[in-house]
């Protein structure tokens, strides 16, 4: 499965690497990470991490293979 998830705002370097799994890129104020996600867990565990970090989540989809 692939996944794209936006969050509000240009985030960091730093906070970016927190993410190795996932590839981003920053537009129209937002930065949007996609890549691979390997279960439900580990979306999950995806989500935890965005929201730890203080990260606002405005949108996620699954990609099309």
Known sequence: MRYEIRVDGQV??????????????VM????VF????VD??????????FQALGLTVVEMRRLAE
């Open 34 to 37: 996609y890549g691979p996600v």
């Open 40 to 49: 439900e867990a580990h979306l999950y565990g995806l989500l935890a991490r």
């Open 28 to 31: 129209s104020g937002q930065t």
């Open 12 to 25: 960091s370097e730093t906070l970016t690497d927190t993410f190795p799994e996932l590839e981003y890129v």
